[in-house]
Each structure stands twice: as C-alpha cells, then as structure tokens.
C-alpha cells in the first residue's frame, strides 16, 4: 500500500469511530483469530506523565479530527511489538504487521526477532515482512549484560553479535531496555556504566547505527553513596552525547516524577521530564508513548492504561518537544506501548487513532 492510499485509507478508518472502539477491537481480533493476552510483568527490564488532568478520559487533549496541524509529526508513528508479543507468539509477525499497516503505523521497535513467534523466521524474512506492510524497524532493545552466561545475546558478552543483527535488519537504533545497574547504584558504579555504553556508542555509530537506552522510573532515583545525587544526570554527564542517546518512556519518567521528587531526608528536588527533553533535544531521537490512570494510592502514581484512556498530556508533549526542538519534527520518532494491554490489537489501533487525532489549537502549544 502506497504511502498516499494508506494515509487516506487511515483517515477513512479515523473518521469512523464505530469500528475503532474497543469493541471493534475485540471484534478485528476474533476475525484474525487472536489469543488471550498473556499476563505478566512489567516493561522488559525492571520498573521503574504530565500533570494530571483528573480521572476522566477526555481531558481536552484534541479527540476528533477537528482542525489545525496535527501534533504527530507524519511518518514518525511507530509501536513496541513487546505490546503484541501475545499476537506474534500465536499467529505469527505476518498477520500482526496487516493490522498494523491498517491502523496507520509507519514504524515499529522490536523486542527480540521471534518473540515466540508461530513458525521460524529469519532476519532477512522478517526485515522483507515490515517493508512489505510498509514499517520501518526503527530499533531495537537488547539485554546489557548478563555476566553470568558468556554466550548471552546482550552488548556486554556479545556487542558483534548484536550489532551483526541490527544491521542486517537495517536499523538506525540499537539499543537496551536495561538499567545502568551493573556495577550497583553508586555514583562511581554509574560512571562505569557510562564507559560501557559509551563502548557500545562508538562501535554502534562505525557501523551507522545510535545506540540508545531506555529508562524506567528508577534510573532517576538517587545514587546511595551521594543521596544528592539523582542517578539519570550521572548518566547524562557521563556518556558522549555523540554515541549515546536516550529513548525517553514517558509513562516511566512521570512514574518518577512522582517518587523522587523528594530525597530520601525530605528536600526538594524537582523533576519534569519534559524539561529534560527540551534541554537535551537532540539526545532523545526516540519515545515510548504509554499512557496511565493518576493513582496516588500506589507506588508509581499512576496505573498504566492504553494510550488515549490515561491522564497524561500528549498533546502538549508532542508539542513542545517537535515545535521547539530543532528539526523536532524529523528528527524524534514515537513508539506507542502497553506493558500488558487487555486487547492488543484493540490498544494498538486506539492508540494510532487517538494519536492521529491531536490538533495544535486553543491551548497554545
């Protein structure tokens, strides 16, 4: 399908809300023969936006197609297949890239290349199966280490390997859902960490590739030897903006936001994860794109939710960060993600179509 023919093929789709609500969701999934989702854990790595908005599922952030220019930047819509991993592991990639292709998408970041997927697949076939439903392997994640198992298929015990793959695949970012916990959550622990991935920086940018790593809530907490210290700027600071980039997870950083807004004795120590962006543009080429429920009853403040349904603003986000960045439209890519949605497919065409919806206007932004 055409770039041209899918775009009015998704304008079409958006204009119709009766078949892309959750119920036609359930509905495009029993048609295509979909499992129950699998339960289970959190982001692939351990845990870890805006201001609230109350709990309602309309907070003015743009629903309908209404007028002014669209917050998403074209071409630059992607999703984490983790989220479908429970539809590639029972029906395969093929079936789950048409639907993709469907809802409008134009990349998607993998999570491994089988993700248990019905039937083997090799990198060239599945590099052949995006391009023919016209997605783009943006990038990638990929374990940091394992120094217990030599042969593990992560940066730390097999970079060339790793790398190998990637540019078979043909991608630009290449990456790690780890946390820089390695060496423990010191100060100095954090600085080898940084020499790490500034390591796998350098061999990533010889073969045209960034590497990247993607946060959850608590690589912004505080390192234990110097409480004072939040661990995310020793990361910052450390690394060579020239070989290592950050694939912000909103939903994550609002999660800390949340939590460690304190220090440990109670002082301030104020965090607005869309200030990072802003000062560092250039170090963000990618973004997971989660919403979540305000709930300050549990450990994050938030419970996770499909994007759309949640209380964090996209709307302003996406603004700011592409109107006020340099090349912020061309230059960022966002990936839509649930950890463990109800339907995957029903959140996967929500998400494209509450994401197409977003029009700059009254707010300002």
Known sequence: MSRTSKDAELARRLSRRNILGVAAGATAATIIGTATAQAAGRDHAPQGPGKGHGHGHDHGHGHGLGKGKPVLPPGRLGIQLYSLRDKISTLGFAPVFAELEKYGYDEIELAGYTQGSAGPITLAQLKRLAKDHGLNPIGSHVGYYDDNNPGAYTFAQNLEKVLDDAQALGLKHI???????????????????????????????????????????????????????????????????????????????????????????????????????????????????????????????????????????????????????????????????????????????????????????????
């Open 175 to 365: 990456g790690t859902a780890s946390g820089p916990f390695r060496y423990g959550s010191t100060v100095d622990g954090w600085k080898r960490a940084a020499d790490d991935f500034n390591t796998y920086g350098a061999a990533a940018r010889k073969r045209g590739m960034k590497f990247y790593q993607h946060n959850h809530a608590e690589e912004f907490s505080f390192a234990t030897d110097k409480p004072k210290v939040r661990l995310y700027d020793v990361l910052l600071a450390e690394t060579d903006p020239d070989l290592v980039y950050l694939e912000l997870d909103i939903y994550w950083a609002y999660c800390a936001q949340f939590r460690f807004s304190k220090r440990a004795d109670g002082t301030k120590a104020p965090l607005d994860p869309l200030k990072y962006v802003l000062k560092h543009p250039n170090r963000y080429p990618l973004f997971h794109v989660k919403d979540g429920v305000r709930d300050d009853t549990t450990r994050d403040g938030y419970r996770m939710s499909d994007v759309g349904d949640g209380d964090i603003d996209y709307k302003t986000f996406l603004s700011k960060v592409t109107n006020r960045t340099h090349h912020g439209r061309s230059y960022h890519h966002w990936q839509a993600e649930h950890d463990n949605p109800v339907e995957s497919l029903a959140f996967a065409r929500k998400s494209s179509e509450h994401l197409h919806s977003l029009r700059e206007g009254r707010c300002g932004d």
